[in-house]
């Protein structure tokens, strides 16, 4: 009986990618970390990460939802825990459920702004699945979407909304908004087949790269913007600079020609960019403040 249950827990993190959370979460703590200058109350990174963990819940939990009609033709998506019969909707539907409430609970905890707008985090998060029905736009859409972790991460400690936060608002949005538009590339036959919609799919490949290259570029300049706004001390340059070069090595080791190290740069790149980020942040409060 145990065991059963510790298997279904597994299936519904796997089927939610639960792991990914480490794209987002480092910004949510950077977001925080800046805003209080230096290591926020322990309870506010209880809060905030419960808040972005139900927040992703519900997004990806609704996605599986929505999208499983969809996921049964994809043969890249064909062996997700909904479409093979391993998760029932309802169960699903239960852990998005929880991932609402969690998030509602967890602003609530934080303070009146947070509570006032998580609402609108509920809806973004629930609505990107759609997107893709009716515009090519849908990349950004899910950027915006996780710009809204380093936004509420600083909102989750000062409790108002400020020029800082919006600017790394931004640096996440273009940062997720490219490279989810070269891992799109991966079904665009699929989505002209299906009438989906994308930027690979409307424009080819070769555009879409181009068009996630710049996205990439605006995220460099972003964080450097942030580090500036906010009077960081010259250590979190570094970080900045290491961040970029991960961003241009994974433009480097994919493109239109050759995407079979997609998976590297989409998963483990990626990962690596928010914690050095996370780690640089930390160290130049602790260099200025000590």
Known sequence: ????????????????????????LPFAFIGSVIASKGIPELSQVLWITLALTGG??????????????????NPRTQNRALVTGDLKKIEVATLAFSGLILLFVSAYMLNPLALALSPLAAICVFSYSYFKRFTWGSHFAIGITDSIAPIGGWIGVTGTFDLEALILGAAVACWVSGFDIFYSAQDMEFDRANNLNSIPQKFGLNVAFNVSRFMHISTSIFILIAGVMNNLHMIYYLGW???TLLLLYEHSIISP??????????????????????????????????
């Open 1 to 24: 009986m145990i065991a059963k249950i510790i298997n279904k827990i597994k299936v519904l993190s796997d089927s939610i990618r639960f792991q990914e959370t480490i794209f987002t």
């Open 56 to 73: 992703r819940t519900l997004g990806m939990a609704s996605n599986r939802i929505i999208d499983i009609e969809q996921d049964k033709l």
């Open 241 to 243: 600079g290491i961040a």
């Open 257 to 290: 020609k050759d995407m079979s190290r997609m998976n590297v740069a989409f998963f483990k790149v990626n990962g690596y960019i928010g914690i050095i980020l996370l780690i640089f942040t930390i160290i130049s409060f602790q260099l200025t403040n000590g």
